[in-house]
């Protein structure tokens, strides 16, 4: 078990200033659809170390058996199967039964766990404007290969489930319903998990975006997804000034999603003290994923979108 806040002060929290804040640094939005950004999506699909059984034709090699279907290999004939598929001519030579194995293309279903927690309101621009434009540029890539994504809005339960979107067209019903959400509440990862997976039947690849900030570990949950079949990838979303915080002098931190205030000096000491448990809250859950075979990419939102997707790729969340 890992604690995921540190006993300096809680992560998620507004500043409430004590004594004033002066020359805090003013950061813009990420231009979402940059020329380069643009070009780099389209040399790039969603990455993915398995194969998973899609509801649609789509750009994925899967093995399966099928009739007009592009030949892919032999297997020994078992007790049930369909004698449509036996290689009579190979059983002329060799006197044995074999099926012949056929390949087809397939769609990649995708799911988007995004967190719309309380802390998700936190930074200029906020974690979950950033997570937003993280979704929005992931899943343009899963739809113009044919893939099919889902979006699943989670915090202390499932606040929100969006239809299966299939196709370049539904980019924009993306987005709708990516604008549609609004942080609020806690986060509870083994309560959404545990109801996502009742709810849903067909694997494949779960992208969780969060800032993990939790009070109940995440690793369960992690788990869960990995023991249900899917292929889950991690990716940390943290508010620059929770990174770098910009400050000196004394505060009150207000929990956004507890109430709760805390009184605390911002000085070298207790800074240096910060980085240091930060540093460890990145350690260990980049620890729980390789352990679990899950990919961790952890995201600022000053980052430019495109050093983003760079790291999302050197990773594996994207391939190309």
Same mark, same amino acid.
């Given at each position: 078990?890992?604690?995921? *806040?540190?006993?300096?002060?809680?992560?998620?929290?507004?500043?409430?200033?004590?004594?004033?804040?002066? =020359?805090?640094?003013? !950061?813009?939005?990420?231009?979402?659809? $940059?020329?380069?950004?643009?070009?780099?999506?389209?040399?790039?699909?969603?990455?993915?170390?398995?194969?998973?059984?899609?509801?649609?034709?789509?750009? !994925?090699?899967? !093995?399966?058996?099928?009739v007009?279907?592009?030949? /892919? $290999?032999?297997?020994?004939?078992?007790?049930?199967?369909?004698?449509?598929?036996?290689?009579?001519?190979?059983? /002329?030579?060799?006197?044995?039964?074999?099926?012949?194995?056929?390949?087809?293309?397939?769609?990649?279903?995708?799911?988007?766990? *995004?967190?719309?927690?309380g802390?998700?309101?936190?930074?200029?621009?906020?974690?979950?404007?950033?997570?937003? =434009?993280?979704?929005?540029?992931?899943?343009?890539?899963?739809?113009?290969?044919?893939?099919?994504?889902?979006?699943?809005?989670?915090?202390d339960?499932?606040?929100?489930?969006?239809?299966? *979107?299939?196709?370049?067209?539904?980019?924009?019903?993306?987005?709708?319903?990516?604008?549609?959400?609004?942080?609020?509440?806690?986060? =509870?990862?083994? !309560?959404?998990?545990?109801?996502?997976?009742?709810?849903?039947?067909?694997?494949? &690849?779960?992208?969780? &975006?969060?800032?993990?900030f939790?009070?109940?570990?995440?690793?369960?949950?992690?788990?869960?997804?990995? /023991?249900?079949?899917?292929?889950?990838?991690?990716?940390h979303?943290?508010?620059h000034?929770?990174? /770098?915080?910009?400050?000196?002098?004394?505060?009150? *931190?207000? $929990?956004?999603?507890?109430?709760?205030?805390? =009184? &605390?000096?911002?000085?070298?000491t207790?800074?240096?003290?910060?980085?240091?448990?930060?540093?460890?809250?990145?350690?260990?859950?980049?620890?729980?994923?390789?352990?679990?075979?899950i990919?961790?990419?952890?995201?600022?939102?000053?980052?430019?979108?495109?050093?983003?997707?760079?790291?999302?790729?050197?990773?594996?969340?994207?391939?190309?």
């Amino acid at each position: 078990m890992f604690q995921t *806040l540190p006993p300096i002060l809680p992560f998620h929290a507004s500043y409430d200033t004590i004594m004033s804040m002066n =020359d805090r640094e003013q !950061r813009g939005g990420t231009r979402l659809w $940059d020329p380069g950004v643009h070009q780099l999506l389209e040399r790039l699909r969603v990455g993915t170390q398995r194969s998973f059984q899609g509801r649609w034709s789509g750009d !994925r090699r899967s !093995r399966s058996r099928g009739v007009g279907l592009e030949f /892919a $290999d032999y297997r020994p004939y078992q007790l049930g199967d369909d004698f449509r598929y036996v290689d009579w001519n190979l059983y /002329a030579r060799l006197g044995r039964l074999y099926l012949k194995i056929f390949s087809q293309e397939q769609n990649l279903p995708i799911t988007f766990l *995004l967190d719309v927690s309380g802390s998700m309101k936190i930074g200029e621009p906020s974690k979950l404007d950033y997570a937003r =434009d993280l979704v929005t540029l992931l899943g343009y890539v899963a739809l113009s290969h044919s893939d099919t994504v889902q979006l699943v809005g989670i915090a202390d339960r499932i606040r929100y489930w969006s239809p299966v *979107l299939h196709g370049k067209s539904q980019l924009p019903a993306l987005e709708n319903y990516l604008s549609q959400l609004s942080p609020e509440g806690h986060t =509870d990862f083994e !309560r959404c998990v545990s109801h996502y997976l009742r709810r849903t039947v067909q694997t494949g &690849v779960v992208i969780v &975006v969060s800032d993990v900030f939790t009070r109940i570990p995440c690793d369960s949950a992690l788990r869960k997804l990995s /023991a249900g079949g899917h292929e889950p990838h991690l990716i940390h979303v943290l508010a620059h000034e929770e990174v /770098a915080p910009p400050v000196r002098g004394e505060f009150r *931190l207000t $929990d956004v999603e507890t109430g709760s205030t805390r =009184d &605390v000096s911002f000085n070298e000491t207790t800074l240096t003290a910060y980085n240091v448990r930060l540093e460890a809250f990145y350690q260990e859950l980049r620890d729980l994923c390789l352990v679990n075979g899950i990919t961790y990419t952890r995201c600022v939102t000053d980052q430019p979108m495109e050093e983003a997707i760079l790291a999302l790729r050197r990773n594996g969340v994207l391939q190309g």
